[in-house]
C-alpha cells in the first residue's frame, strides 16, 4: 500500500507544484518529501513511517520539522516554511495522540507543522488536524485528505485550530 499511496501522493501534489526532494536518508523513517517554493510562500510535504510509534511524540516532531526545514531550505524569520506531515505507522490509532495538539499555534517565521495527518494501517484509519492559514494552505490540505481517504477511513471531524 505504501508504494501505492506515495505515488498517488506525488502525482496529485505535483498538480499543485510539488516537487519530490531527492537525498532524505537523513531524515528518519522518511518515505516521501516534496517541496514547493515560490516567491512568497515555501511548503513541504514529508510522510513518514515509524516502525512503531514513537515514544515522545512531541520529541519526534521536533527532529522531523528541523530535519524537513533544513532539507527544503528556509531562511528564518525571513523566509519560514509550512510542513504538512504525514505519518502512517500502525498503533497509532491506539495511542490517543491528539493530531490537533501538535499543529502550530502562530506563525514563528520560522518551521511550522500545518497539518498532521496519523495513518494507521492496521486500523484502517486516519485522523487530522490543520493549523490557522487555511486561504493559502487549505487547497494543499484538502488535496492530501483527498488521496489519503483512498487508503484509510477519515476521522468525521478534521479539527482545525
Not at 16 to 27: C, K, Q, T
Not at 33 to 44: M, P
Not at 104 to 120: E, G, S, Y
Not at 134 to 142: E, L, P, S, V
Request: charged share 20%.
Amino acid at each position: 500500500m505504501n508504494d501505492e499511496l506515495l505515488s498517488d501522493l506525488a502525482l496529485t501534489m505535483t498538480e499543485h507544484g510539488f516537487v519530490r526532494v531527492d537525498g532524505i536518508a537523513s531524515i528518519p523513517d522518511a518515505l516521501l518529501l516534496l517541496k514547493r517554493q515560490t516567491w512568497n510562500t515555501n511548503r513541504a510535504i514529508v510522510v513518514v513511517s515509524p516502525d512503531e510509534p514513537p515514544a515522545d511524540f512531541r520529541a519526534y516532531l521536533r527532529q522531523l520539522r528541523k530535519r524537513v526545514a533544513f532539507k527544503c531550505g528556509f531562511f528564518p524569520l525571513v523566509w519560514g516554511i509550512g510542513i504538512q506531515v504525514v505519518i502512517i505507522g500502525p498503533g497509532l490509532a491506539q495511542r490517543g495522540i491528539d493530531p490537533a495538539r501538535h499543529v502550530a499555534r502562530f506563525d514563528n517565521q520560522w518551521a511550522i507543522i500545518q497539518n498532521l495527518f496519523l495513518a494507521d494501517p492496521a486500523a484502517g484509519t486516519c485522523q487530522a488536524a490543520r493549523t490557522w492559514g487555511q486561504y493559502i494552505t487549505g487547497k494543499f490540505q484538502d488535496a492530501i485528505s483527498e488521496v489519503l481517504s483512498g487508503y484509510f477511513q477519515l476521522a468525521p471531524n478534521e479539527r482545525h485550530t
